[in-house]
């Protein structure tokens, strides 16, 4: 599944998050904002890649059963986590990184594909929270499981990137891209939305001013072990395994919430008739389901 911006403008890009970045703009965004985002962004990815030894979410992973004190930016991200789980009846855990080791996502794409000699048996991951005292900002990884922020903390970022060029620039008409998702920094942008894992049947939403679109894919990120046994990034905290085939497109005010609830609908579908209100197309084993806010934006 992707999205990409209909109108062709002027665009800054680079590489950060495991994902590449793209500022859509009208010509008034100088390299100096540009500058200022990235460095933002590289802080971030500084604290919450689990790829990287010294970030947060390392010395979390590091420590299981352990509390330990965490920046009050982890901390916000992780109590917003918290929240998302239980309100997606734990379709979305960021508690999946041990099972995403075990199925052979160990490092980044950049440095290795992920594999595994042997495809583990998978096992449900506990539904305890990450933050266990927000006012000492004590955070705790269970047994058995690791931390992995993934898309959430590359969205959270994103959105704290919107209001730094919010604040620097002037340029009436900013779209700020990562990978397949994307934030109007400013004013409305028209987007094509693919239909499901395939470009046939695409469509056109609006992404009105101030809000984010998120796409979650099973597809996104396919391999096989060498014991010929698929996989792919998307696991279903239920079973601990690889999700159902799914997807899903979620909008939404919060870019991180978008994220949040675009994997848990990937994961399971069913979510978008239990979360009415939220602005959502998810392809399943039922097909295209939709709510009545995705057909507000929809053109």
């Given at each position: 599944m992707?999205?990409?911006?209909?109108?062709?403008?002027?665009?800054w890009?680079?590489?950060?998050?495991?994902a590449?970045w793209?500022?859509?703009?009208t010509?008034?965004?100088e390299i100096?904002?540009v500058g200022?985002?990235?460095?933002?962004?590289a802080a971030?990815?500084?604290r919450?890649?689990?790829?990287?030894?010294r970030?947060?979410?390392?010395r979390?992973?590091?420590?299981?059963g352990?509390?330990?004190q965490?920046?009050?930016?982890t901390l916000?991200?992780?109590?917003?986590?918290?929240?998302w789980?239980?309100?997606t009846?734990?379709?979305?855990?960021?508690?999946v990184?041990?099972?995403l080791v075990g199925y052979g996502y160990r490092?980044?794409?950049?440095?290795?594909?992920p594999?595994?000699?042997?495809?583990?048996?998978?096992?449900?991951?506990?539904g305890a929270?990450v933050?266990?005292?927000?006012v000492r900002?004590?955070?705790?990884?269970?047994d058995?499981?690791?931390?992995?922020l993934?898309?959430?903390a590359?969205?959270?970022?994103?959105?704290?990137?919107?209001?730094?060029v919010r604040?620097?620039s002037?340029?009436p008409?900013?779209?700020?891209?990562?990978?397949?998702?994307m934030?109007?920094?400013?004013g409305?942008h028209?987007?094509?939305v693919?239909a499901?894992?395939?470009?046939?049947?695409?469509?056109?939403?609006?992404?009105?001013?101030?809000?984010?679109?998120?796409?979650?894919?099973?597809?996104a990120?396919?391999?096989?072990n060498?014991?010929?046994?698929?996989?792919?990034?998307?696991?279903?905290?239920?079973?601990g395994?690889?999700a159902d085939?799914g997807?899903a497109?979620?909008i939404a005010?919060?870019?991180a919430e978008?994220d949040?609830?675009?994997?848990a609908?990937a994961v399971?579908?069913?979510?978008v008739?239990?979360l009415p209100?939220t602005c959502?197309m998810?392809?399943?084993?039922?097909?295209e389901r939709?709510?009545?806010a995705?057909?507000?934006?929809?053109?």
């Amino acid at each position: 599944m992707s999205e990409t911006a209909i109108e062709t403008r002027p665009a800054w890009e680079w590489r950060a998050m495991g994902a590449t970045w793209r500022l859509r703009h009208t010509g008034k965004v100088e390299i100096e904002v540009v500058g200022a985002l990235a460095d933002a962004i590289a802080a971030d990815e500084r604290r919450w890649s689990r790829f990287l030894p010294r970030s947060e979410v390392s010395r979390l992973n590091r420590a299981p059963g352990v509390p330990l004190q965490v920046s009050t930016e982890t901390l916000d991200l992780l109590l917003a986590c918290d929240r998302w789980h239980e309100q997606t009846e734990g379709a979305f855990s960021v508690m999946v990184g041990g099972a995403l080791v075990g199925y052979g996502y160990r490092e980044s794409q950049r440095v290795r594909p992920p594999r595994t000699a042997v495809t583990p048996r998978p096992e449900p991951i506990p539904g305890a929270l990450v933050v266990v005292d927000a006012v000492r900002r004590l955070a705790c990884v269970p047994d058995g499981t690791a931390l992995d922020l993934g898309g959430v903390a590359r969205m959270w970022s994103a959105d704290r990137a919107a209001a730094i060029v919010r604040t620097l620039s002037d340029d009436p008409s900013i779209l700020l891209e990562i990978g397949d998702d994307m934030v109007a920094v400013r004013g409305d942008h028209l987007v094509a939305v693919s239909a499901g894992d395939s470009d046939d049947g695409a469509r056109a939403v609006v992404l009105r001013d101030g809000h984010a679109l998120a796409a979650s894919s099973w597809s996104a990120l396919l391999w096989s072990n060498d014991d010929g046994n698929p996989a792919h990034h998307l696991i279903d905290p239920a079973t601990g395994a690889p999700a159902d085939p799914g997807s899903a497109v979620v909008i939404a005010s919060d870019a991180a919430e978008a994220d949040a609830l675009s994997t848990a609908m990937a994961v399971r579908p069913s979510l978008v008739s239990r979360l009415p209100t939220t602005c959502a197309m998810v392809h399943g084993a039922q097909g295209e389901r939709h709510t009545a806010a995705w057909e507000a934006v929809a053109v």
